[in-house]
């Protein structure tokens, strides 16, 4: 039995991989398709009737018999039946490829429906660990509990995640028919926590010196800087020379120049809060980076703000839930190393202006 359904399996792949073939091939020679469709209709209509016995006797296609009933020759049969399976196999093919679009269009709905579902659950997740984390803060600050030793190892993961980050964002750009190889990209994240108020810089998982953190953190021309004073907490700059020309960019050691004294290469700076009872007890900026190629190499206005929608939307706004939970880790841990109160009590009771936005301000809602 079981013998029985494999080969069955295979007959029915085999028939399956015909049909399909023979749509492509129609699909390739339209012309010779329009013959062949024609000619069975002309077989039956025109030249059976009409011209099937004056053709020479081994082609002839009919012939009258006795009672002067005109019927199909030996030949006409072998004529008629090849016409025919021809013109089946045409049709089955067309339809069958019909049948398989429609099965293959509801497969990938279903597949992307319960990916949906799949991502809706781990964000909730995601949310939620924050949220307790978040909270745990916010109570350490206020003398509420005493700081929790935390066990994992967030700087380890915060690497981690800038490397997948990486791996996602060439990924994004290869659908776009442009590729960015591994050394060609560059992402670190920079950190502050409320209790310090000094800006920090994970362990990277790429070979890029940079700026020192003080020379970009309080320069009004760095791309960090304008960052921090953005409203929507975004800023794409896919030309570095143009960045630098309109002070939103300042060049380190790693820039690289063309033969025109040009700097080369694009960065993106993403912003990121995390709040508590109107506390941003972190702050981070995300900075991606290029010394070689441009993100959008035909530097494009319209392909660029596709393309920064599409690295915030599809990329960023994912993987900051998941900076946010080691970034919480990270201060959680820091404040039990830390031990005395008065290191992480409260300092601003209130977020700056300049960093409220409406990506802020929904985080805030959820916690």
Known sequence: MLKECKKLNRFKNYISKL???????????????????????????????????LLPVPFKLTEFDSKSHLRLTPFGMVISSICLIWNFLLEASDKYYD???KEDMSNAEAI????????????????????????????????????????????EQLKSIT?????????????????LNENEIYITIFYKFQYTGKWKQTQSAFPEIGAPIDSIVNNPNSTFYNTLKSKNGILFINDKQKGADTNKYVPDKDDKYDENGKLKGSILCYRINCTK?????????????????????????????????NICNYILNSFEKRIRIELSLLYLSELYTNKQKK??????????????NDKENKQEQDN
């Open 343 to 356: 290191s992480y009590a409260v300092k601003s009771p209130k977020i700056q202006g300049v960093v409220s």
């Open 99 to 101: 049948y398989k679009k």
């Open 112 to 155: 992307n429906y319960i990916r949906e579902r799949v991502d809706t659950r781990i964000v909730s997740v995601c949310d939620n660990k924050f949220n307790t984390l978040i909270s745990l803060i916010d109570d350490i600050s206020k003398g509420n509990t005493a700081p929790k030793c935390i066990i994992s190892k967030p700087c």
């Open 19 to 53: 049909l399909l073939s023979l749509h492509e091939w129609m699909l390739k020679r339209p012309v010779i398709l329009t013959f062949f469709l024609s000619s069975v209709t002309i077989l039956f209509s025109f030249i059976l009737v009409f011209l099937g016995d």
């Open 163 to 179: 490397k997948e980050l990486a791996a996602c964002l060439r990924s994004l750009l290869i659908h776009n028919n442009y590729d």
């Open 277 to 309: 009872n109107g506390v941003n007890y972190i702050s981070a900026i995300i900075s991606i980076s290029t010394y070689n190629k441009r993100i959008e190499p035909n530097n494009i206005s319209n392909q660029i703000k596709n393309i920064e929608d």
